[in-house]
């Protein structure tokens, strides 16, 4: 939902002063504005003033046949700079931040003028903003906040799927950090302003940068884009559960369900953290020191006991894991092929993975029965790794039998010779 | 033995096949401080030999097609009977038996061999190492494996050098613009079809004339040959070529079990090319140096350049004989003893570097 909006979100910032675009301002979609505002501000010398000619090009909004006038109004027909300014045709100039979500909803909020531009274009952007922490910080007069040109540009606007675009999928940390990576600037919030950092250490910040993965969640996946505002404790497994559908599912069939309801105490978040979500591993489970479950549980007690028995379980199918692909692993090297047993093992790990799912559960007998899968495939493989290492003895068996005879039947031929020549 | 006696007779009557024994049993062979060489070429041949056994087994049950030539190895290896053994045996021995060519070829090269009369014996010789390598060039792409795929199209790209007929001979050699099933098809025809025919006639000419003229004393040991009483060829000569022939047998044997030739994974023509592809090792040599080549020499591509030395590098080697001034009185000339010892030199070094990854 949030990516959806963020790809439609730049059009947001095609705006106008007046409900109903007027004629000349707004062009035919796809066709590029022509007027006097860029051709002027573009042999300007004050860098300030010509930067939005030169970057005029490149915006989406001026690509689609939107001028400067839809936003800042005046007569782009004009020549004349007087003219063209003039207030009295609706030059407003600079747009003061506390104005750009009405300016730019005037034509996002409008769907039937949006529908211009292509089918299904969302027109909530506005709406939604409002409800933000930073539409309501905006309406309070508190000019800090993100409006839209603070994440979008104000000028050269670009698609969110454009690789260039500050709201491009993995530029979006970088955008949102420019405020709440400040900490001056969030203590004023009640915000520590290290999220940014925290997030970079996660495995979804990870999978973002380094394998170029574009679903990876960034800050607007889970907090919104224009609505953006912190999941309450409700909704922290409802954001985790859009992408980890089976670990929401187990873990609402869980008894921590409503434990951690009662407590108050975020679902996923109170095991994984929020911003700096790291790979998890098995030795997490448990009541002792870095364990999860200590913050919650102690010794003796019966989530401590469920705990040890998830432990042990998860344990013992890693370790036949790995020992087998160790076996395995040895027969390839020694020259067989051991495809089979690969699949076997492939097996394994994909039953173990379902059996980490199953901690969710917390529940010893659901997690048993993918541990089980787990111990019927290793046995499998291991049955046709030990097949191949018979056949690697009997093959050097065979080797040392024969190279036996080779060299009696050598030597043979040597005493054979030593007697023709004597 | 009665019959086997009358059987001879008959044969000797129509064929004079007498004659031929009498040549082998009272053919002699020198000795002297170099004729460990005289065992290098019937290593060769053994070598040869255990190809052609094992190739018709491995034809038992390959399919030389794309979709199926990977899916026919690996049956043959894990399903086939001994089908390991075989095919491991066939490919390393393909690489002992190019060895031994080259061992025996520098040696024969290195004594003067090729002086007069043996000229003809020398340009057999080559053409049968040229065809070997032949043999495995074409039979290293037949298990359409990743690396053999990859090696091909940067080999047979090589030929596309070739001025004016580059392409048509790129086209010819791949059957089509890229290396494709027909490429494969193609080269399994000249594996097991042109290949070996073309060797056999040579090879037989080649073992014809070794057998006519008999072995070449080098001109540096004449002395001691004449001294020491000469070797018959049958049985003392022929019974010390069964213990190095089973020399090789045995470190064939070695090799196979405890280095089975690796399989890889199937060739996907679309993936990007795997990194470090190299081609067998005998043309390591070759592709290492038209590496260090640059891009362009006084406006011609290195590359070709350097394809256009080997050439006339090998046509020098080739035809030695005649280059030799020397080799009209029998005897071969310091120069080309100079030249035989730096292309020993210029082989041993750039492949040996090229495995200990110095050019990498």
């Known amino acids: ?406 060299l009696l039947a050598m030597l043979a031929l040597a005493l054979k010779i030593r007697a023709l020549e004597r | 033995m009665k019959l086997a006696t009358k059987a001879w007779r008959a044969l000797d009557e129509r064929l004079g096949v007498q004659g031929v024994l009498e040549l082998a049993l009272h053919k002699e062979v020198p000795r002297h401080r170099h004729s460990w060489a005289y065992y290098l070429g019937g290593l060769t041949l053994f070598f040869f030999a255990v190809q052609i056994v094992t190739g018709i087994l491995l034809l038992l049950y390959y399919r030389p097609t794309a979709e199926a030539a990977f899916e026919s190895v690996q049956f043959i290896v894990t399903r086939v009977p001994f089908g390991w053994l075989v095919r491991s045996v066939h490919s390393w021995s393909a690489n002992l038996m190019i060895l031994a060519a080259f061992a025996h070829m520098f040696s024969v090269y290195l004594l003067g061999a090729y002086v007069k009369p043996r000229e003809l014996t020398w340009w057999t010789g080559v053409a049968v190492l040229g065809l070997g390598m032949g043999f495995g060039f074409s039979g290293y792409l037949l298990p359409w494996n990743e690396l053999s795929f990859f090696a091909t199209r940067v080999g047979t790209d090589m030929v596309s050098k070739v001025p004016l007929l580059g392409h048509w001979l790129l086209r010819l050699l791949r059957g089509g613009e890229e290396v494709t099933g027909a490429t494969l098809t193609r080269f399994f025809g000249i594996h097991v079809a042109v290949l070996p025919m073309i060797t056999a006639a040579l090879l037989g000419l080649h073992l014809t004339l070794v057998q006519r003229q008999g072995m070449h004393v080098p001109s540096s040991r004449e002395a001691e040959a004449r001294r020491r009483p000469p070797l018959k060829f049958f049985p003392n000569f022929a019974l010390r070529d069964a213990v190095v022939w089973l020399g090789g047998l045995a470190v064939l044997a070695a090799l196979a079990a405890f280095f089975p030739w690796e399989l890889g994974a199937k060739a996907d023509p679309f993936a990007s090319a795997p990194a470090g592809i190299k081609p067998e090792w005998y043309f390591l040599f070759m592709f290492e140096t038209l590496k260090l080549l640059p891009a362009h020499v006084v406006g011609i591509e290195g590359e070709l350049l350097g394809l256009a030395a080997f050439s006339v590098a090998g046509a020098v080697w080739f035809l030695v004989p005649l280059l030799d001034r020397g080799g009209a009185s029998g005897r071969h000339s310091r120069f080309f003893l100079l030249l035989g010892w730096i292309a020993l030199g210029f082989i041993v070094s750039f492949t040996a570097l090229s495995f200990l990854g110095v050019f990498e």
């Open chain 1, 1 to 406: 939902m949030s990516r959806s909006l963020l790809l439609a979100a730049p059009l947001l910032v095609v705006a106008s002063a007046i409900a109903a675009p007027r004629p000349g301002t707004v062009g035919a979609p796809g066709k590029t504005a022509q007027d006097s505002c860029t051709a002027c501000h573009a042999g300007l010398d004050d860098r300030r003033l010509q930067a939005p000619a030169q970057a005029a090009s490149d915006d989406i909004h001026h690509r689609q046949g939107v001028s400067c006038a839809g936003c800042h109004g005046g007569d782009p027909t004009s020549g004349d700079a007087a003219v063209a300014m003039d207030p009295a045709r609706g030059f407003v100039g600079r747009i003061e931040s506390g104005q750009e979500p009405a300016r730019c909803g005037s034509c996002h909020s409008d769907a039937a003028f949006m529908t211009r531009y292509g089918a299904n274009i969302p027109t909530d952007q506005e709406s939604q903003y409002r409800t933000s922490r930073h539409g309501q910080g905006l309406a309070k007069g508190d000019r800090n906040v993100a409006t839209c040109s603070s994440c979008h540009g104000a000028h050269g606007v670009l698609p969110a799927n454009d690789p260039r675009s500050a709201v491009y999928a993995s530029r979006v940390v970088d955008t949102c950090g420019r405020c709440h990576g400040n900490v001056a600037l969030m203590t004023g919030y009640g915000l520590k302003g290290d999220e940014l950092a925290q997030y970079r250490q996660s495995v979804h910040y990870a999978a973002l940068t380094t394998k170029n993965d574009l679903s990876a969640p960034t800050c607007n996946d889970c907090h919104g884009s224009h609505g953006a505002a912190p999941p309450g404790i409700e909704s922290v497994s409802n954001v985790c559960g859009t992408c980890h559908l089976t670990q929401r599912e187990r873990f609402d069939l869980s008894p921590h369900k409503d434990a951690f309801a009662a407590i108050e105490q975020p679902a996923c978040e109170a095991c994984h953290g929020n911003h700096a979500v790291i790979e998890p591993n098995d030795g997490w489970i448990g009541v002792g020191e870095g364990q999860v479950c200590g913050s919650c549980h102690s010794v003796g007690d019966a989530g401590a006991e469920a705990a040890g028995g998830l432990s042990s379980a998860l344990a013992g199918a890693s370790h036949a894991i790995l020992a087998t692909s160790r076996r395995v692993d040895a027969a390839r090297r020694a020259g067989m092929l051991m495809e089979e047993a690969e699949v076997r093992l492939e097996e394994a790990q994909q039953a173990l993975v379902l059996a980490r799912n199953e901690i969710h559960t917390v529940t010893l007998a659901r997690m048993s029965e993918q541990t089980q899968a787990v111990g019927r495939a290793t046995a499998g493989a291991d049955q046709l790794a030990a097949a191949a290492e018979a056949e690697i003895r009997f093959r050097r068996t065979g080797l040392f039998v024969s190279l036996g005879v080779i």
